[in-house]
């Protein structure tokens, strides 16, 4: 979906981005990590024209985003910003039709997708549509955000720490609420994010970046058995590794689909993760778990030791 080739970008003598080559795949999520200063948004500005590279390509579906117009492009793709940028004097509606309203859309088309969009981020269109952003609290404008940014079928969603400006329980939600609407929608997403547990929950893949140079590639639960050097050991919490790969792996990952279920108890999904069939195991005082594999129908079972060996 997305190619970075050799892609460099500096600012008064100082690499931003410096040589930077990645592959995005369609229908994944792409988490964009490392400390401050180390490329990400940058790098995500480079993708919608915002900046444009001093060299190196860019390809959007095999096509050299330089070619172009940056309006056109701007259009093919949903935005969004941790400081949401919702227009205050236009109501929820208004906001979410942006993109829509630009392109020409029949009103009737673009009301029903507005309703659509609204129901997929969790905001009913009866009690939310009418009223203004200073009416909403900072997740159900965020979440009004992430419409607006889908509301064209957007072939990419660029996401730059998106959630960084509300609570944890609320940033947890919101996150959940991404998942769902990804697996749903199918859209590509490449979301910049700093904190280590929002890349590992959401990413399909990481991409580790260190003053403007990509240092690591891979799945969250490849990146965290095999972290390229001690840096990015420690960026992922050096003792805590452990403890965040129970985040990255599924209970499918480890569970014994082998022989007949022997645990008794509600089976925990095989897509749930490591955390959650530990926190399970813990509070319910046991040291296995029956697993069911939503997608095969396939039975198995989860043993603690399974988890004490990561």
Not at 28 to 50: D, E, M, P
Not at 150 to 178: I, K, N, Y
Not at 247 to 261: E, I, K, M
Request: hydrophobic share 45%; net charge negative; charged share 20%.
């Amino acid at each position: 979906m997305i190619v970075f080739d050799e892609v460099h970008k500096s600012f008064g003598g100082m690499k931003a981005v410096d040589g930077v080559s990645l592959s995005v795949e369609r229908g994944t999520i792409c988490a964009l990590v490392g400390t401050s200063g180390s490329g990400k948004s940058t790098l995500l500005r480079l993708v919608n024209r915002l900046l444009d590279p001093d060299a190196g390509r860019i390809l959007l579906d095999g096509a050299d985003i330089a070619s172009i117009a940056p309006v056109e492009l701007r259009r093919r793709m949903g935005y969004v910003i941790q400081s949401i940028g919702l227009f205050p004097h236009w109501t929820v509606e208004r906001n979410v039709a942006t993109v829509p309203r630009l392109l020409g859309w029949p009103q009737a088309r673009t009301a029903a997708r507005v309703a659509e969009l609204l129901d997929l981020v969790g905001l009913s269109p009866d009690l939310h549509a009418r009223r203004y952003p200073d009416e909403l609290s900072g997740g159900q404008q965020q979440r009004v955000g992430v419409a607006r940014a889908l509301a064209a079928d957007p072939e990419l969603l660029l996401m730059d720490e998106p959630f960084g400006a509300v609570d944890p329980p609320t940033r947890r939600s919101l996150q959940e609420s991404l998942v769902a609407i990804q697996k749903r929608t199918g859209t590509t997403i490449l979301l910049v994010t700093h904190d280590v547990e929002e890349a590992i929950r959401l990413g399909t893949t990481l991409a580790v970046l260190d003053h403007g140079r990509l240092i690591q590639t891979g799945t969250p639960a490849a990146v965290l058995a095999q972290p390229a050097n001690e840096q990015i050991a420690r960026f992922f919490g050096g003792s805590l590794l452990g403890l965040h790969l129970l985040q990255a792996l599924s209970v499918g990952d480890r569970a014994n689909f082998a022989g007949p279920p022997t645990a008794d108890g509600a089976p925990i999904q095989a897509d749930a993760t490591l955390e959650a069939a530990l926190a399970r195991m813990i509070t319910e005082g046991r040291s296995r778990l029956p697993v069911v594999d939503a997608a095969d129908g396939r039975r198995g079972v989860l043993e603690l030791a399974e988890l004490v060996g990561l």
